[in-house]
């Protein structure tokens, strides 16, 4: 066996690993000035092809929707290289669609405030807890899953805040009645602070069920105005 042919062998090792191979990278891409907008990318190489893809995604942050014309995926035609990672699939995935980031005013530079980063594989029905020092306020987070099977799962979160003055007020993220097929779990892996209007952003990983029997992470967000 020749060096390139080890090179690529030893790619389809790595790719068939953790979670089948099928793990997507998550990228925070910004939001508007004002905080209305917010982009987020992901991108991974399938396990059987080894064809690197990427999403890139703007959310409208009030109605915790898509804006229009805000999904786009993209697949190469090709393997990707011995030794890289498939992000030149977003690389190209947003240069192809700069136009969009023009539209929603999208600053690359503005990511918002880091309220909550988790490294830990917690439970799937979970409890975080962070502060936001800037407005004197504590959150208490959970993640509540809707149970799984046939008809698909569904998950909300339920925050709570608590502000200096000692009052409470709870919301409710995310849509309890849309139910995913194939997800086996939801985590919270990341809470973002908007700029300007100070909505979070809720950065969930969410692990699904492939058709290889193994699973496979990918990325969404929920978005709540304060």
């Known amino acids: 066996m020749n060096r390139k042919s080890m090179l690529f ?27 209305r907008t ?17 999403d890139l995604y703007v959310v409208d942050v009030s109605s915790n929707s898509f804006a229009a014309g805000g999904q786009i995926s993209y697949v190469h035609d090709g393997p990707v290289t011995a030794g890289h990672d498939g992000s ?39 409890t975080i807890e962070f ?9 208490k987070a959970s993640l509540v899953s809707g149970g799984s099977g046939s008809g698909g799962s ?13 009052s409470v007020r709870t919301y409710t993220a995310g849509n309890p009645g849309i139910r995913r097929p194939g997800i086996l779990s939801y985590r919270i892996r ?19 069920q492939h058709p290889n029997g193994g699973a496979g992470l990918r990325y969404m967000v929920e978005t709540l105005k304060l």
């Open 9 to 35: 062998a030893a790619l389809v090792l790595l790719a068939s690993s953790a979670w089948g191979g099928d793990t997507a990278v998550f990228v925070d891409l910004g939001f508007s000035a004002d905080g």
């Open 38 to 54: 917010y982009m987020f990318g992901q991108y991974g190489v399938q396990p059987e092809t080894l064809r690197p893809w990427a």
């Open 88 to 126: 030149g699939a977003l690389y190209r995935i947003i240069a192809r669609n700069a136009a969009l980031a023009d539209r929603y005013h999208i600053g690359y530079l503005l990511q918002g405030q880091i309220l909550y980063v988790s490294m830990e594989n917690g439970a799937a029905d979970e």
């Open 131 to 139: 502060r936001d020092f800037e407005k004197a306020a504590s959150f």
């Open 154 to 166: 569904s998950f909300s979160i339920k925050l709570e805040r608590k502000n200096s003055d000692g």
């Open 190 to 208: 990341r809470v973002v602070s908007a700029p300007q209007n100070g909505a979070l952003v809720f950065v969930i990983e969410v692990k699904k």
